[in-house]
């Protein structure tokens, strides 16, 4: 089944995020969506990363916006409404990945509550064409975030953003804390973290220059 290989993917794929760096100390989540339009698979709250298997996923209703899992312990992250929110807002998404990767904790662009949120540029770098422009002068941003302590919130101010302008590139970054990317599926969404990453860390690099 499609759902078992995704499942298998996102295990192997965390256990490299975790040996990077990008998920330490059960950080972070990831999910994929199910059989059906209204159901994802994600990370249950607290699980180490680097140890991930089946058993430390959850399903989940976008609908009712719950764990189906009404007999387990294991509990959906608070972050869950970040993922639910951007599977509501394109149904053409099928996996998301939010990992601490470092450069995405360091850049910081000045943001606070009474400013959440700003499209921040984003260089003409040849490695944009894995989010699939091939243009020679691409000209794109992302979306940053500010880090409000309720992370519905968080959620709500993408919400927003991208109701009015949809994204130019499948991410963003919340921040001093993280970067949420997504694909059509896990190995689509894993091709663009790690372009996100490069690009990151070209940005910080040449801040500090």
């Not at 880090?147 to 994204?167: D, H, K, L």
């Not at 921040?175 to 599926?185: A, E, L, P, R, S």
């Amino acid at each position: 089944m499609k759902t078992d290989k995704e499942l298998s993917l996102l295990i192997e794929y965390s256990r490299q995020y975790y040996i990077r760096g990008w998920m330490p100390a059960t950080a972070g989540n990831l999910s994929f969506r199910g059989e059906t339009e209204d159901l994802i698979r994600i990370t249950a709250s607290g699980r180490d990363k680097g140890r991930l298997s089946d058993l430390d996923f959850l399903d989940y209703s976008l609908s009712s916006r719950s764990a189906l899992d009404s007999h387990s312990n294991l509990r959906p992250s608070a972050e869950t409404i970040i993922h639910s929110t951007l599977y509501q807002l394109d149904s053409g998404i099928g996996a998301i990945l939010h990992v601490h990767t470092l450069s995405s904790c360091v850049l910081d662009f000045g943001l606070s509550r009474d400013n959440p949120k700003l499209d921040v540029s984003i260089p003409n770098l040849e490695i944009l064409k894995a989010f699939g422009d091939f243009r020679e002068e691409p000209d794109h941003s992302f979306l940053s975030v500010y880090n409000f302590g309720n992370v519905e919130s968080i959620a709500e101010v993408m919400r927003v953003a991208y109701s009015q302008n949809p994204p130019q590139v499948p991410f963003f970054l919340i921040q001093n804390h993280g970067i949420t990317v997504w694909g059509k599926d896990v190995e689509s969404a894993n091709k663009h973290l790690e372009a996100v990453d490069f690009v990151l860390k070209v940005m910080e690099r040449r801040k500090n220059l």
